[in-house]
């Protein structure tokens, strides 16, 4: 059976040179693995056999697949992330030291002649008790449904966070009908129906929606943690305003706070990081992004222009409504430094903050 497998992963891999999967896929290595081992490799794979216009092709499905399959993983990462095979991940949210930013440390897009924007700094992050999404049982995702809910109650007996957790999960005290899901999702506060994304459903990280799948909103509703999309937690700040540190310095301390909670443990790896179900993200886990109108380069309607100008600055460019989403209609896109590993979180907010700079000057440009 694994023959097979071999032989439709090489057929595909000279097919589609631009699938990071399957292209670090090497039989030589492949066969060295015991059954086991094969199986979990090839789970790992199957988005992007499913798939093979996929730019990644892989997710990790068990918390120590990145280093029980180093010899794969490395490659993997080396390849998207531009690094060495044997590079290693820090982490550090401290700004000190870093270059180009105000001498106070305070990246206030104001500065900039920006006005109140969108803010949002997300961390995805996994429990190191349970598989990956990838992998999971449907009473796995329910059992972690059920710890998290256990740990929002210590978040919402606080006065500075307090709020409510909101579940999908049929029969669940929290249950939410579609209505009310609706309105979240329109609030860009709860994530979409993962069965509309080919890549998680062929992963198997969409398995058994909308089962464990819920949120967590703060009373204000800028802190919020999504339970069951494609990471265990994406734990995530946003705001309305223009100090970038803001929703960074209150992330971290929601993290430490959230890490703190008796029983929850985070899977890290030595060598890697935070882990991640997607090799993209794995690191930091961290995605800082602004919501911004830049009606000049987006004016023929689509973000090509608005891409070609803001890849060379290090930024991704979506649209509005997240990933694989078009561009509003008054132009307004998500930006993002696209660098999530051997990068420190600290630097992440930094180059968003002189990325945007250098983009906006260009946006003026364009008038
Ligand atoms: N699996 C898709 C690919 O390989 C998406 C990867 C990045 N996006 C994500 N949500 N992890 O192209």
């Not at 998207?80 to 550090?92: A, C, G, P, Q």
């Not at 969409?206 to 937690?233: M, N, Q, T």
Request: charged share 25%; hydrophobic share 40%.
């Amino acid at each position: 059976m694994s023959e097979d497998a071999v032989a439709r992963i090489e057929g595909l891999k000279a097919e589609w040179p631009n699938n990071i999967g399957l292209q670090c896929f090497e039989a030589a290595y492949f066969v060295t693995l015991s059954e086991d081992g094969k199986a979990r490799l090839l789970n790992c794979l199957n988005s992007g056999i499913e798939n093979p216009d996929s730019e990644m092709g892989c997710y990790a499905c068990q918390p120590s697949d990145y280093d029980d399959f180093k010899p794969f993983f490395s490659k993997v990462l080396a390849r998207y992330h531009k690094v060495s095979e044997d590079t290693r991940h820090v982490n550090n949210w401290s700004l000190d030291g870093i270059e180009g930013l105000p001498a106070d440390g305070v990246l206030d897009l104001a500065r900039l002649g920006l006005p109140a924007l969108s803010m949002r700094v997300r961390a995805g992050r996994n429990l190191k008790e349970f598989p990956l999404p990838g992998s999971m049982t449907k009473d796995d995702r329910i059992g972690l449904e059920n710890k998290m809910m256990a740990a929002f109650e210590k978040l919402i007996a606080r006065p500075d966070y307090g709020g409510r957790y909101h579940s999908l999960t049929p029969g669940n005290p929290c249950f939410i009908d579609d209505a009310a899901y609706q309105e979240l999702v329109d609030q860009h506060i709860m994530f979409k129906n993962m069965d509309n994304d080919r890549y998680l459903t062929a992963a198997g990280i969409a398995a058994d929606w909308p089962y464990g799948r819920g949120c967590y909103v703060s009373a204000d509703k800028g802190f919020i943690i999504w339970v069951g999309e494609e990471d265990h937690l994406r734990i995530m700040c946003m705001q309305r305003g223009t100090v970038l540190n803001d929703v960074f310095d209150r992330l971290k301390s929601a993290l430490d706070l959230v890490e703190g909670i008796e029983g929850l443990e985070f899977a890290y790896s030595d060598d890697y990081g935070a882990v991640t179900s997607c090799p993209t993200n794995l690191g930091t886990g961290m995605r800082a992004s602004l919501h911004i109108q830049l009606p000049n380069l987006t004016s023929d309607g689509t973000d090509k222009r608005a891409k070609a100008i803001a890849k060379p600055l290090g930024l991704s460019v979506r649209g509005a409504g997240g990933e694989h989403t078009p561009i509003g209609e008054d132009g307004t896109v998500d930006i993002s430094p696209s660098a999530r590993f051997c990068i420190t979180e600290a630097e992440i907010v930094a180059s968003l903050y002189k990325a945007i700079a250098l983009l906006v000057e260009e946006e003026n440009k364009a008038a």
